[in-house]
Nanobody, 123 residues
């Protein structure tokens, strides 16, 4: 059974940084594009970033460009999300997900999901 386990969430002040990690098991990691999504209370889950399979190209939603960096280490079966200059509006549960599609921003394109990690940014 595929497992994706996120870690690294927490409480941080506005302007601070956090690094999220997502470790995958029982997954041919290099064959999957790895994405990060987030969901704030009362809102729909939204795409944050993706690191594609085969060439590790990266794509971001506009609101995090220049502040967040997604990266992946295929040798460690792990994807990361470095979050800098955090804002209160970044507060959400962050999920990592795996997709066999090269590039998609739709949550429907991701077949495997982690349990999520809470990120809270105080003003």
């Amino acid at each position: 059974q595929v497992q994706l386990v996120e870690s690294g969430g927490g409480l941080v002040q506005a302007g601070g940084s956090l690094r999220l990690s997502c470790a995958a098991s029982r997954l041919t990691f290099s064959s999957y594009s790895m994405g990060w999504f987030r969901q704030a209370p009362g809102q729909e889950r939204e795409f944050v970033a993706v690191a594609t399979r085969s060439d590790s190209a990266t794509y971001y939603t506009a609101s995090v460009m220049g502040r967040f960096t997604i990266s992946r280490d295929n040798a460690k079966n792990t994807v990361y999300l470095q979050m800098n200059s955090l804002k209160p509006e970044d507060t959400a549960v962050y999920y990592c997900a795996a997709s066999s599609t090269y590039y998609t921003r739709s949550s429907k394109g991701y077949g495997y999901w982690g349990q999520g990690t809470q990120v809270t940014v105080s003003s």
